[in-house]
């Protein structure tokens, strides 16, 4: 068994929650937040069979759109400037991040 831990932009996270159910796929959605971006992204836990791996990394890749985003960069570089001067960065994100890791148990009591 696996653990696949995927982390999404919200954009996608419905869609890919919808495509997970209907291919009997199970997993848990969390909000989370990316440290550099500092914005909502949804991170899925799916423990899954060896044999499925690929089916699930399949629907991931299928269902995530990579996106540019910007971010307001504050300019500190020289006193003579105004220092809430900010400049905007251009940064590419996801589809999606996916780990895969190995699972030493599984239990549901
Ligand atoms: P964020 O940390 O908010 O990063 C959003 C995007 O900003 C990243 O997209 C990347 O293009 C850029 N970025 C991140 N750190 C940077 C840095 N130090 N300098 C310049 N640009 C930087 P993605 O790489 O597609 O990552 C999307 C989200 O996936 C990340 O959101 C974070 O939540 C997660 N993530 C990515 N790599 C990870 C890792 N190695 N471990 C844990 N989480 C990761």
């Known amino acids: 068994m696996k653990l696949i831990l995927a982390i999404v ?16 796929i199970r997993a848990t959605k969390l909000s989370t937040t990316g440290g550099f971006l500092k914005s909502g ?16 990394l399949a629907v991931i890749k299928d269902t995530c759109e990579s996106r540019e985003q910007f971010i307001t ?7 003579t400037f105004d220092s809430h001067m900010a400049y905007p960065i251009e940064v590419q994100v996801g589809g999606a991040t996916v780990f895969v890791l190995p699972v030493e148990g599984f239990h549901q009591f």
Request: no cysteine.
């Open 73 to 79: 960069a504050p300019v500190s570089l020289d006193a």
């Open 9 to 24: 932009q919200d954009k996608d996270s419905q869609r890919l929650s919808n495509r997970l159910v209907e291919e009997n």
């Open 41 to 56: 992204n949804s991170t899925f836990i799916v423990g899954i069979e060896d044999e499925r791996v690929e089916d699930v």
